[in-house]
């Protein structure tokens, strides 16, 4: 799995993500770092507002102006993509990088057969011809799981039903190959029946190619069953990423314990969070300290003071919370 | 009206105030363009309404006026009577200053109680469609098409046309203003009604709607009352924009020869007759009123397109 | 030049609008006006501007110098029979061609008789009193009269002679019936003996004409006339100074300076034969519109009152720019029966006035003007003054100025209490206004009485002097009814209209005094 | 398909009826056209005889039926004013109003979406504000006096175009006579282009700017972008193609207003249209030619309503289907 030798797909360093509003500058992502190695498949959890979709937009370089890239830098396979300009950024888009989104039903322009929307995106980023083009297209169609794929390229998308629209969607993120697959909530929008084939077909597919996958939701479950490691973000913070097997089952920081108690039990959905109490603060309101202080029940004098930096644990875990500061352990060990 | 008009007080002051007060006055803060063009409204709204107090004279009354003094330009003394007047005053003699300040009273009060005649005339009609659906519905949109699809002028010559024959003598120059903005406000309220309509839609299945039946309160009542909060933006927009379409419709009509008696001329008469001596020579009788239009016009347009896009937060 | 003006007459449907002045041809007119001729029938409509261009491509028997007097056309002498006075005798001019290559009979007048009198002419009126046309020889032909009418000849200034196999063949015996739903060939087509033959016409937008080298009178100078209808004002007057067109004729009052002034454009003024006045009912009970119980109008007070707040000259300064002649009579100088001192009018007196209106209403009252805003120079401004003058001494009245296709029903209804009209007399003598405005309204009478004034001595004045054939008895009577009128003030007159007509430099035009200039006449420096 | 055009056609004669209705109501109103029609001289006698023979007199239930009856088999009568028959004449001046609304629609459609792409794309652009503010001033005087300021910088002051009038127009076929042909033509066509566009441009470019940034919003364009798509392809293929199905509805309706709005235009340039037409019917009280052009507006309105469904259909794939299964 991880090889800590190997060099990382992508690196994220430090990012910061800025919006600046009339009511001061908001810190949309603040010092966010993790990695993603070639071929793993990295889940990204937090609530809404915490920055999963806001770190897929930044990687991508698709952030909704005025929001920007403040400081911090983005690697991929060890170039920066972060600073790149606009074209040879659109380059990696789509070629290197591949992105789903939440919602198939919008994800598709209307007006174009499914044929021309994926013939144009291979075409733009690998010269060959168009029948050509649309054999591949057909290919990936089927291997998607889009029965009759060679009559049923020529529909338009509505067509299709919503889970066949996400299966179309993926094909279209991949259809040029890229080597890291951003999925941002790609099950969000669809059946309950229907979710698990399409995180299926996505996994598969990706493992096929050797494709790494950011996997980005705010439903634990689906990270137990799909991803190797998993970045739990809060307010716009790394709280904690670690190998998703030892994160359940043995979380180290508190609000990861909190969302893992969340984790619904077999298919059933339940109010997620309910654990802890109070809400994610707002972006222009986060506490001094941690943020996550004024709800964590362990919260001693350092977390209302200082943010506490993400360390690094055994077992390729980290983890950023005063209670694992090696400079505290001694004193906490028994509270 | 009265009580639906109060009622969203109790419901969503809050939401309301909160959305005025904070994003749409932070909005209006930092939009140069929207403050000049309000101090212009402003100006122009107050000198209308004030003009019985600070208007030099009164050109509505026709005995007050010295025909001698026609045609006397801005700032010289008149040739035969020696008053001097700082606009120049027209070919009746009368001070042009007032006569703008009167005549966009009239143009302003044509304006508004055209647009809140179409925007009246709109929600009832859209809340109605919506409420009702099915073929009243089909029916009162088919309407709407081809109301909208057929000119604004055509209809209100058609309105003028059709009054003509209902006024009786001696009330034609009282009644002539009331006419008018029926004329404009009815090609107008269609907007209101699509809007309006479409939130209707919406709002009709759900439950409180239905609740309400059960204890016994009209549904459209309280469609009403839910409705207005939700549409107030684009109604807003859509009036404010009606407004400057209504005043530059007064003022083509006015060339048709359709319009306010012209002893009591709106902008638009103004207007009307000053394009006749702009060949002449007599520029200010054209250009002060057209000036006072352009600016009143153009204000409250970019007023309208700046609420649109503060208003629609997609667009900012 | 000559060749440009070969190619412009030879591509005549499809006239280039020349932009620069320079390029147009010496020979060439362009004329521009307020409106288009109605219809090329000579014998359908009785107005105005279809009068002036149908002049051009057909001849009248008589017809009317730019000083208002006679002088032959068609027809060189016409005198009284002799033995019978209700019969005049009409010489005709030898030698006349129509444009076909006709020649021109005594049978084409007899005809154009018939045409005229058939009960789809537009000219009946005018030639009421005619029982037939009969031809003597090929160039005599006897009118026979009603009764003696010494002064008939002045009414065929605009009757217009069409030749009789033309109209056979065409099936245009008779002039359009608006009812039977067809479309008249000679509503389109042309066959006169006139200066000019049609080339094309596109209504409302432009009729060419070149000059026929048949006519029987002098070759005219202009040997093109491109006549174009251009409503707006602004634009009219745009149009000859941006030199798209070099005649301009219905030029607005205060446009005039500015064109004097203009290099390369001249403007020739001249006395229109039109009073504008304003009449109301003085015969009612009770007005439509006023907050009295009684008819104002029936007070002689108050009528006095009206006529000393009017103020002429004001009007004249201000209103006209000088282009009127201020006057208390409602008949132009050109018109027989008018004397000098008809014209005079009385300084305005407020405060008397006034008085005269206090002294019947206390409080005033109000009354609304009816006023056309299409038709007369300023009309609907002129009203606005006298609104104003009239507000001064207690009397509210309201404007209701409208176009004039509303206005004049009202008159013709007796649906308005006080209103403006202009009057033009084509006969050139009073019986014209006397029968349509003083004349108690019935039969063929007082048509434009909209006052309901009625005055049976009047009356029978009328009527007599419709038949007298001694003219200084006559005039004596004309003189009578003057008097009476006056008196009684049924009209509160304005003034004469003046007329302007704007050309470019090197082209010489004189003003007509039924606003009728003629082409043929122009010439070029 | 079949279904739903049969809906539309008898919508269509539902409008039309309702329309020769109203005209007809209003013509009891606009005055008496006896008047104009004869000379001063007329005796009352005589203007009974002419209404009479009009039928003018007859019921007005009377005078509709046969109206409608005459109108069905595009019989309009003779005009009471240029006593032609007015199908003629309205044929006659169409061509003049049509190419001039031809020109205007295509000026206004492609300055307005050129400008409104471009607003769009370029939002918070100095450029942008300034197009976005001065393409109101347009719209904030009235057309009647936009038209004579023309005129008057243009005609009698540069005097680079003419004032008024078509220019010299040559005759295609047996009725339609165009002025795009030739130098004076096309040169007549400018200022009344502009000055009847102008409005409409405003508007255009005001939807298509609303339009666009609400597509470049949506999820497609997101996605579109995030798969790399070249910024032309994104912003020229997919957003705007979507942004043209609200911009073809409203501007071909907008056609219909065009043809109207020419009523002023023509008046001020002197522009032999129907528009023109119409207003000197309206002061002679030509009824027949009224009628006939508020029944032309009616047909117009209906046809362009037509193509708009049409083109709707061509443009938008999802009505295809939604269409049909409506009409199963």
Redesign the interface.
């Known amino acids: 799995m991880t090889d800590a030798k190997t060099e990382p797909l992508l690196s994220v360093r430090d990012l910061v993500v800025e919006f600046p509003t009339r009511r001061g500058v908001l810190r949309a992502l603040d010092r966010v770092s993790f990695d993603i190695m070639p071929g793993e498949v990295l889940g990204m959890v937090g609530e809404s507002g915490a920055g999963k979709s806001i770190t897929g937009a930044s990687i991508i370089g698709l952030i909704e102006p005025p929001g920007r890239i403040a400081s911090g830098e983005i690697r991929l396979k060890g170039e920066r993509i972060d600073t790149l300009g606009p074209e040879a950024m659109r380059r990696v888009r789509g070629r290197r990088i591949g992105m789903v989104f939440q919602d198939p039903l919008t994800s598709l322009n209307p007006l174009y057969t499914v044929a021309q929307q994926l013939t144009e995106t291979i075409r733009t980023h690998i010269d060959i011809s168009k029948g050509e083009a649309r054999k591949r297209a057909i290919a990936l169609l089927d291997r998607v799981g889009i029965p009759a794929a060679a009559r049923r390229i020529d529909d338009y998308p509505h067509h299709f039903s919503g889970g066949m629209r996400q299966r179309v969607v993926i094909a279209l993120a991949l259809c040029a190959e890229p080597e890291l697959v951003i999925a941002d909530e790609p099950t969000t929008a669809l059946d309950v029946s229907v979710q698990s084939q399409i995180i299926e077909v996505l996994k598969d597919i990706c493992a096929e190619r050797g494709a790494a996958v950011m996997l980005i939701t705010h439903d634990m479950g689906v990270i137990a069953e799909t991803a190797d490691r998993v970045a739990v973000l809060y307010a716009g913070r790394m709280a904690e990423i670690g190998p998703v097997r030892d994160v359940i089952t043995e979380a180290l920081h508190p609000y990861t314990a909190g969302l893992m108690g969340s984790i619904p039990t077999l298919t059933q959905e339940t109010d997620r969070l309910v654990q802890i109490p109070g809400a994610m603060p707002r972006l222009h309101a986060i506490p001094q300290g941690c943020a996550f202080n004024p709800r964590c029940e362990r919260a001693f004098a350092p977390c209302r003071e200082t943010r506490p930096d993400l360390i690094s644990r055994e077992g390729g875990r980290d983890v950023a919370c005063w209670l694992y500061d090696p400079a505290r352990t001694g004193e906490l060990r028994d509270a | 009206m009265t009580p639906e008009t109060q009622a969203p007080q109790t419901k969503a002051p809050g939401r309301l105030y909160r959305a005025w007060d904070s994003d749409l006055a932070y909005a209006f803060r930092t939009a140069p363009v929207a403050i000049v063009a309000t101090l212009v409204v402003l100006v122009v709204v107050f000198c209308s309404v004030f003009a019985p107090l600070i208007a030099p004279m009164n050109p509505y009354n026709p005995a007050a006026l010295n025909l001698m003094n026609g045609f006397t330009p801005p700032m010289e003394p008149n040739a035969f009577t020696g008053e001097v007047f700082l606009l120049g005053a027209d070919g009746q003699g009368r001070d042009m200053l007032s006569t703008i300040m009167y005549g966009t009273r009239t143009s302003l009060f044509v304006g508004a109680m055209a647009v809140l005649f179409a925007m009246v005339m709109g929600i009832s009609i859209g809340l109605f469609a919506g409420w009702r659906g099915g073929w009243v519905d089909s029916a009162l949109m088919r309407i709407a098409d081809v109301q909208l699809a057929f000119p604004a002028i055509l209809i209100a010559l058609l309105v003028f046309g059709i009054a003509r024959g209902f006024i009786p003598d001696g009330l034609r120059d009282q009644l002539a203003i009331w006419v008018l903005i029926v004329a404009i406000g009815l090609s107008d309220w269609v907007q209101f009604a699509r809007v309006v309509r479409g939130a209707s839609m919406v709002e009709k299945n759900k439950e409180y709607v239905q609740a309400a039946q059960v204890i016994g309160a009209h549904p459209l009542k309280i469609m009403f009352r839910h409705i207005l909060p939700n549409v107030m933006g684009p109604v807003l927009v859509i009036a404010t924009i009606s407004l400057a379409l209504a005043i530059i419709a007064e003022a083509t009509l006015s060339f048709l020869g359709v319009g306010v008696p012209p002893t009591q001329p709106s902008l638009g008469t103004l207007i009307r007759v000053g394009q006749g001596f702009l060949i002449s020579g007599e520029w200010w009788i054209l250009l002060f009123p057209a000036v006072t239009l352009l600016a009143l016009a153009l204000s409250v347009n970019l007023l309208g397109d700046w609420l649109r896009d503060a208003l629609n937060p997609r667009l900012r | 030049m000559t060749k440009l003006s070969r190619a412009l007459s030879l591509s005549a449907s499809a006239l280039a609008l020349a932009l620069a002045a320079g390029t147009a041809s010496a020979e060439t007119i362009r004329w521009a006006r307020v409106a288009d001729a109605l219809t090329l029938d000579p014998h359908s409509q009785n107005e105005g501007p279809t009068l002036t261009l149908l002049r051009h491509i057909y001849s009248t028997l008589v017809s009317r110098n730019a000083d208002g007097t006679l002088e032959p056309s068609l027809a060189t002498s016409w005198e009284i029979h002799p033995d019978d006075p209700s019969i005049w005798v009409l010489t005709l001019r030898e030698g006349v061609t129509f444009q076909d290559g006709s020649a021109f009979t005594a049978e084409d007048v007899v005809f154009s008789y018939e045409r005229v009198l058939h009960e789809s002419s537009g000219f009946r009126a005018i030639h009421a009193d005619v029982e037939g046309a009969e031809a003597i020889d090929d160039y005599t032909v006897h009118v026979k009269m009603s009764g003696p009418s010494p002064l008939y000849p002045n009414n065929l200034t605009n009757f217009f002679i069409v030749d009789k196999d033309w109209a056979e063949a065409n099936d245009v015996v008779a002039p359009q019936n608006f009812a039977a739903g067809e479309e008249n060939f000679a509503v389109r087509n042309t066959n006169g003996t006139g200066p000019y033959k049609l080339v094309s016409r596109d209504p409302e937008v432009r009729t060419v004409m070149e000059a026929f080298d048949g006519f029987w009178g002098d070759a005219p100078a202009a040997t093109e006339v491109i006549y174009q209808p251009i409503p707006e004002a602004a634009t009219r007057i745009a149009a000859l100074l941006s030199g798209e067109v070099d005649f301009v004729q219905d030029v607005p009052v205060q446009d005039i300076a500015r064109l004097e002034q203009t290099d390369g454009v001249k403007v020739v003024t001249g006395p229109e034969n039109r009073n504008l006045f304003f009449s109301y009912d003085m015969t009612s009970e009770k007005l439509r519109s006023s907050n009295v119980d009684d008819n104002p109008f029936s007070h002689p007070e108050i009528r006095e009152a009206m006529a000393l707040t009017l103020d002429r000259d004001a009007i004249q300064k201000v209103v006209m720019r000088g282009q009127s002649q201020p006057s208390a009579a409602p008949l132009p100088p050109f018109v027989n029966g008018w004397t000098e001192e008809m014209n005079a009018y009385d300084a305005p007196d407020v405060a008397r006035a006034t008085e005269l209106v206090k002294s019947v209403y206390p409080d005033g009252f109000s009354v609304q003007l009816d006023c056309p805003n299409d038709r007369y120079l300023n009309d609907e401004a002129i009203c606005q003054a006298v609104v104003g003058m009239m507000g001064r001494i207690g009397i509210d009245v309201s404007l209701n100025a409208q176009s004039r296709s509303l206005h004049f029903p009202l008159i013709e209804k007796w649906e308005t209490d006080f209103y403006l009209l202009g009057w033009g007399v084509p006969t050139f003598d009073s019986a014209y206004i006397f029968n349509f405005l003083v004349h108690t309204r019935e039969d063929s009478y007082g048509a434009y009485n909209g006052g309901k004034y009625s005055n049976a001595e009047v009356d029978a004045k009328i009527e007599e002097i419709a038949t007298m054939t001694d003219l200084e008895a006559r005039d004596a009577v004309i003189g009578e009814i003057w008097d009476q009128v006056m008196e009684d003030r049924v009209f509160l007159n304005v003034h004469n209209q003046l007329l302007a007509y704007a050309v470019k430099d090197g082209l010489n035009i004189e003003v007509h005094p039924e606003n009728q200039p003629t082409m043929w006449t122009v010439t070029f420096d | 398909m079949i279904a739903f055009i049969i809906r539309r056609l008898i919508?269509s004669i539902i409008?039309m009826v309702?329309v020769a209705a109203?005209?007809f109501?209003?013509?009891?109103?606009?005055?008496?056209?006896?008047?104009?029609?004869?000379?001063?001289?007329?005796?009352?006698?005589?203007?009974q005889?002419?209404r009479d023979?009009?039928?003018l007199n007859d019921p007005i239930i009377t005078q509709f039926g046969r109206f409608i009856g005459n109108a069905l088999q595009g019989?309009f009568?003779?005009s009471?004013?240029?006593?032609?028959?007015v199908t003629?004449?309205i044929m006659?001046r169409l061509p003049a109003t049509l190419e001039l609304a031809l020109v205007s629609g295509t000026l206004a459609f492609i300055t307005g979406l050129g400008l409104g792409v471009y607003t769009a794309l370029r939002r918070r652009g100095v450029l942008s504000?300034v197009i976005?503010?001065g393409s109101?001033?347009g719209?904030?005087?009235?057309?009647?006096?936009i038209g004579?300021?023309l005129?008057?910088v243009f005609?009698?002051e540069l005097?680079w175009l003419?004032?008024?009038?078509?220019?010299?127009?040559?005759?295609i076929g047996s009725w339609w006579s165009t002025g795009f042909l030739?130098t004076?033509g096309r040169?007549?066509l400018i200022l009344p282009a502009i000055t009847l566009g102008l409005y409409q441009m405003t508007l255009i470019m005001?939807l298509v700017r609303?339009e666009l940034?609400?597509v470049l919003?949506?999820?497609?364009i997101?996605?579109?972008?995030?798969?790399?798509?070249?910024?032309r392809?994104v912003n020229f293929?997919?957003a705007l193609?979507?942004t043209l199905v609200p911009v073809i509805t409203i501007t071909g309706?907008q056609l219909?207003?065009i043809i109207?709005?020419a009523?002023?235009t023509e008046?001020?340039?002197?522009w032999?249209g129907v528009g023109?037409?119409f207003?000197?019917s309206?002061?002679?009280?030509d009824v027949p030619v009224m009628s006939a052009y508020?029944m032309m507006?009616a047909l117009i309105?209906v046809i362009?309503?037509l193509i708009v469904d049409l083109l709707y259909y061509a443009?938008?794939?999802?009505l295809r289907?939604d269409r049909a299964a409506h009409s199963h």
Request: hydrophobic share 50%; no cysteine.
């Open positions: 919508q409008v309702a109203v005209s109501a209003l013509f009891r109103f606009v005055g008496d056209p006896i008047n104009s029609m004869v000379g001063q001289e007329a005796s009352i006698d005589d203007r005889a002419l023979s009009l039928g019989e009568g003779i009471y004013r240029l006593q032609m028959p003629e004449l006659q504000n976005m503010t109101l001033i719209v904030s005087l009235p057309t009647f006096l004579v300021l005129i008057w005609a009698v005097r003419p004032s008024n009038g078509r220019g010299e127009v040559v005759s030739t004076s040169l007549a005001r609303a940034l609400e919003r949506s999820d497609f997101k996605f579109a972008r995030a798969r790399g798509l070249s910024a392809a293929g997919h193609k979507n309706l219909g207003s109207a709005f009523i002023i008046t001020v340039f002197n032999p023109a037409l207003i000197s309206v002061r002679f009280v508020l507006i309105f362009i309503n443009v938008d794939p999802r289907v």
